[in-house]
C-alpha cells in the first residue's frame, strides 16, 4: 500500500507468512474465547440483526459460520505480510515496522452492526499492543457502501475536521471457499471510547443517555455532560459542513452508534466514527447570501431534529432527547460557526433572530417531509414538532441577543 488511501485488490495470501504470529479469536472480551474447530466455530454468523428466511443460494442467506468470519478477517491481515498492519503501526510509530516486528494478533468480534460486523484488532509489535477497528461488511447493504466510506474517510481525513474521524488504513475485498464476498477495511480504533444510547434509569423512571463501557452496573450521563456530549455532536457535523456548496455528512443515526464518547477524568469526548455519505442534500442555482442563510437554517433545524432521535437502548422503540439535546445542539452550532466562518456567523444570528415561530415550524415541517413515509422515527417527530420549533426558536434567540 503507498497511503492510506489505497484500495488493496485482494489476491490469495502466501501458503506460509515468515513472522511467527499467533492468532486468537474472541467475541466482546478475553473471557469468551472463540476455539477453533470449536462448537461456536462451526455456528451460523448473523449476516443481519433481523435474520429473516432465505433459500439456501441467497448470498445474504445464514450460510457463513463463525469460523468463516474469523479466517476472512486473518486473510486480510495476513496479506503481503501483514502489509496493512505494519503500515497502520508504522504511522503511529512515525518510522517504519517489518512483519517481523508484529508477534501477536487477537480478534474481538465487538458486534451485528445494521452495515457491518466490526472487530477490534489487537496487534503486538516491538513489544507495544495496538488497537484497530476492521469493518466487514457481509450483506448486501453493507458491502454496497464499504468502499465508499473508506474513500470518504480517507478524503475527509486532510480536511480540519478529520481529526474528528477515524483514519483509514487500508480496504481489501475477498472471496470465501464458499463463493461469498467479503469487503473489510482497517481503520483507526479510538480507546477509551464507548458507543451511547437513551436508556431508561430505572431508579427514576427518566430516558436518560446510558454509556456502553461494558461494565455490569448502569453508567448514565449526569445534565451537564449529556449538554456537553450534544454541544460536541453539533460542532463535529459543523465542521463537516460546507456552507458555500451544502456538503455534509448524512445520514447519521444515533440508533446506530454512529457517535461514540468518553467520560474519562470528568472530561468528555465525542466522536464520529461512521460517515457513509459526504455530499449535499440539495442542488441550489442560487447561492446569494439569502439562499445560503436558508440552508444553514435547514441544516440546523434537520441537525436539531436528528440529534434527538434515538432508540431505546440502540434496539427498542424510537424515543426524542430532552431540551439539552436542543441547547447542546445549537450552542455547538453557533460555536463552531464563530470559529470555521466569522462573517456566516455574525450573519446567520442577525437572520436566525428575524425567524418567526412559524416559520420555524414550517422549516421543521419541512425536514419531516424528508423523511420516507414509513420511517419509524417520522411520527415521534410529528408528534414533537410544534413543541420543538418553540424550543429551537428560543434558544437560537438567546444566542442573538
Known amino acids: 500500500m503507498k497511503h492510506a488511501g489505497e484500495k488493496t485488490a485482494f489476491r490469495e495470501p502466501a501458503p506460509s507468512v515468515a ?240 457517535f461514540i464518547v468518553s467520560c474519562s477524568n470528568s472530561l468528555l469526548q465525542a466522536r464520529l466514527i461512521t460517515v457513509r455519505q459526504y455530499g449535499a442534500l440539495f442542488d441550489s442555482p442560487d447561492k446569494d447570501d439569502a439562499a445560503l442563510l436558508d440552508a444553514m437554517l435547514f441544516f440546523l433545524v434537520n441537525l436539531s431534529i436528528r440529534t434527538r432521535l434515538d432508540r431505546l437502548d440502540g434496539v427498542g422503540d424510537v424515543v426524542w432527547a430532552g431540551l439539552p439535546a436542543v441547547e447542546g445542539t445549537v450552542q455547538g452550532f453557533m460555536e463552531a460557526l464563530s470559529v470555521k466562518i466569522p462573517r456566516r456567523d455574525l450573519q446567520f444570528r442577525k437572520y436566525s433572530a428575524s425567524v418567526s415561530l412559524s416559520a420555524m415550524t414550517e422549516a421543521c415541517e419541512a425536514v419531516a417531509d424528508s423523511y420516507h413515509p414509513l420511517a419509524p422515527e417520522l411520527a415521534v417527530i410529528r408528534y414533537h414538532l410544534d413543541a420543538h420549533a418553540a424550543e429551537l426558536s428560543a434558544s437560537l434567540m438567546a444566542f442573538s441577543t
Open 19 to 258: 513472522a511467527p504470529v499467533t492468532f486468537g479469536y474472541f467475541l466482546s472480551s478475553l473471557s469468551e474465547a472463540v476455539e477453533e474447530n470449536g462448537a461456536l466455530w462451526h455456528s451460523p454468523f448473523p449476516i443481519s440483526r433481523n435474520p429473516q428466511k432465505t433459500g439456501p443460494g441467497d448470498p445474504a442467506g445464514m450460510e457463513l459460520t463463525y469460523g468463516d468470519y474469523f479466517l476472512a478477517v486473518r486473510r486480510f491481515l495476513e496479506d503481503r505480510k501483514f502489509r496493512v498492519v505494519t503500515k497502520a503501526i508504522s504511522e503511529i510509530w512515525n518510522r517504519p515496522c517489518g512483519f517481523r516486528d508484529i508477534t501477536a494478533v487477537r480478534v474481538f468480534l465487538v458486534k451485528h452492526g445494521q452495515f457491518y460486523h466490526p472487530s477490534r484488532v489487537q496487534a503486538q509489535a516491538g513489544g507495544q499492543v495496538f488497537n484497530f477497528v476492521l469493518n466487514v461488511a457481509l450483506s448486501s447493504s453493507g458491502k454496497s457502501c464499504i468502499q465508499r466510506e473508506f474513500d470518504i474517510l480517507s478524503r475527509m481525513s486532510r480536511m480540519p475536521c478529520g481529526v474528528y474521524l477515524p483514519k483509514g488504513y487500508g480496504y481489501g475485498e475477498l472471496c470465501l471457499p464458499k463463493g461469498q464476498s467479503v469487503k473489510l477495511f482497517l481503520g483507526q480504533w479510538f480507546d477509551d471510547f464507548h458507543e451511547f444510547h437513551m436508556s431508561l434509569d430505572p431508579e427514576d423512571k427518566h430516558h436518560k443517555i446510558r454509556l456502553w463501557d461494558g461494565v455490569p452496573s448502569l453508567r448514565f450521563l449526569s445534565s451537564r455532560q449529556t449538554l456537553e456530549l450534544y454541544r460536541q455532536i453539533a460542532v463535529i457535523l459543523t465542521e463537516c459542513y460546507d456552507p458555500d456548496s451544502f456538503m455534509q455528512v448524512f445520514p447519521w443515526h444515533h440508533a446506530a452508534g454512529d
